[in-house]
């Protein structure tokens, strides 16, 4: 009998609950990195004969329901996990061996996998295959995955959209609420979103086309803010956070409104929860409250998929995530979800790219940036931006910069099955053949851009070229930071 092949190795770090919270959000303390050892990079033997597929995790999805799966509660409709047992999410994944005849190495992947660098899918059914070759891979977290679903589910079948109709969204920048309004927008309603930030308004009404947006915590009477954008009342609200903004809208509802319970992020980890006062205003005014979940509506997952694949290429949606670099940094980025630190869609790319920064990343107009070399060249020089062919030099010139790595790197990230698109971190995502489409003029106008980054960061190149040389913070005052659609830094 012929001898197989000894299988590579590689090592498997992965991130384990420490054990179970009550009463509290999470803390980066309650999840830990681990070394997992040495796996082979083939299936073993041991899966035999039910088939498994062994993935290489590219990115990961950080999401609120996820802080439920850290108690020790069994009533939800999903399993918590183990404590000691690696952090289980949705994820993008190629696949490096299968015994499964659906899949073979190679292919790219969307289904639950693990917080870790490997991991063996035992459900291989769960899995689906990426096929939309010209949409980044990360989206199929977001934008075409399971938020972007939740979002039109409970938009279309929930809500009962008709046209003309006012529409509100609190959390309204989030992986869900981003999606609601722009529907609601291409429904032809009225829509209103509330936010945590002054940043986050501003990109509701620049990016997603919103047209009113607030930030809650500068409103001492949510009632009468509400009041003040919906003077004849809310027939829709699209509910993400409860609480107090809960028994506000529901003063503000108009007659035969509908609310869709989609969560309540601010209540999720109260040993008390706030109580609901308003309550009755269902009674007299004929309001439909209903909670669902995403997988309730299957039926209408093809259609889904087709709809948001369309409006994306035309143009009509566009998605905003906030990407965090690195297996070690996935704990981070899904606590901070539960303080509003995220800005769009959380993800964590597993393994940084080529020409990451440090670890920790550095402090740019008071955020921190964990994305590619390139990336923040793009954002540096697309801040100083004064039109629009300046605007896409700025990511031309973040292209080349992001362009150096290996070609197995590049395999893993870029979009699937396009050898001509460099998917890279922050928005700068062009063909490599129109990089090489750089005119005198633009040079020029490179070189302008540049002066002017240097004019208004105050010496802030000196301070990056330090941050890609030591994991020391580096802090950059004045430089406008632009979020195109596939941002993530």
Known sequence: MEQQEAAPMARNRKVVLREYIAGRPPREDDMVLVDGGTVALRVPEAAAPAPAVLVKNLYLSCDPYMRGRMRDFHGSYIPPFQPGSVIEGLGVARVVDSTHPGFSAGDIVSGMTGWEEY??????????????????????????????????????????????????????????????????????????????????????????????AFNYKEEPDLTAALKRYFPEGIDIYFENVGGPMLDAVLLNMRTHGRIAVCGMVSQNALTDPVGIHN??????????????????????????????????RDGKIVYVEDMSIGLENAPAALVGLFSGKNVGKQ??????????????????????????????????????????????VARLV??????????????????????????????????????????????????????AVGSRSGGCWRELAGAAAAPSMAVCHGVTRRRHGHTGI
């Open 119 to 212: 991991s063996l899918i035992d459900r291989p059914e769960q899995l689906s295959k990426i096929q939309q070759s010209d949409i980044p891979l990360s989206y199929h977290l977001g934008l075409l995955g399971m938020p972007g679903f939740t979002a039109y589910a409970g938009f279309y079948e929930i809500c009962s959209p008709k046209k003309g109709e006012f529409v509100f969204v609190s959390a309204a920048s989030g992986a869900v609420g981003q999606i609601v309004g722009q529907l609601a927008k291409l429904h032809g309603c009225y829509v209103v979103g509330s936010a945590g930030t002054n940043q986050k308004v501003e990109l509701l009404k620049d990016k997603f086309g919103f047209d009113a």
């Open 398 to 451: 973040g292209a080349i910069a992001a362009s150096a790595g290996t070609k197995r790197e590049q395999a893993d990230h870029r979009d699937a099955g396009r050898p001509d698109v460099a998917h890279h971190h922050g928005g700068v995502r062009l063909p490599v053949k129109k990089v090489t489409r750089f005119s005198v003029a633009d040079l020029f106008l490179s070189l302008r851009l540049l002066y």
């Open 279 to 312: 309550i009755f205003c269902l009674v007299p005014k004929r309001i439909r409250m209903q909670g669902f979940i995403q997988s309730d509506h299957l039926h209408m997952f093809p259609q889904f998929v087709s709809d948001m694949a369309k409006h994306y």
């Open 347 to 392: 993800v964590d790319r597993a393994r940084p790219p080529p020409g990451a920064w440090p670890r920790g990343g550095f402090d740019l107009h008071g955020r921190t940036v964990r994305g590619s070399i390139g990336a923040t060249v793009g954002i540096l020089f697309g801040g100083c931006a004064r039109s629009a062919r300046e605007e896409q």
